[in-house]
């Protein structure tokens, strides 16, 4: 198993920034594919971001966070990071850390039934 913690969540203005952190058990080939997800209340989980830790693919990203959002990992640290740039109140939601080995292509257009391991989430509050 891999067990995978989030941290970094917090209440910002529009307009700045936060970074997210996700502490994994291992990078290794069980997580190989990593994404962040978000959730509000009501509505489905969605893809933020995704990379593929042991490939040199490029990430993929959501349109509505392309060019604010970066994903980043630190195999030494066993982390992924999303840096989340020029926030907006639509930014808001519960914040999520997953992986697995097994998403076909390890885009964002994969959804959340394809990740078995998942952080217990971190919140992000854009007040505007």
């Known amino acids: 198993d891999v067990q995978l913690m989030e941290s970094g969540g917090g209440s910002v203005q529009a307009g700045g920034s936060l970074t997210l952190s996700c502490v994994a058990s291992?990078?290794?080939?069980?997580?190989?594919?990593m994404g962040w997800f978000r959730q509000v209340p009501g509505k489905e989980r969605e893809g933020v971001a995704t990379i593929n830790i042991l490939g040199n693919e490029n990430p993929t990203y959501a349109d509505s966070v392309k060019g604010r959002f970066a994903i980043s990992k630190d195999m030494a640290k066993n982390t992924l990071y999303l840096r989340m740039n020029s926030l907006k109140s639509e930014d808001s939601a519960m914040y999520y850390c997953a992986a697995d080995r097994r998403v076909v292509g390890c885009t964002v257009e994969a959804g959340p039934a394809e990740y078995n391991y998942w952080g217990q989430g971190t919140q992000v509050t854009v007040s505007s």
């Open positions: 291992a990078l290794n080939w069980r997580s190989s594919c």
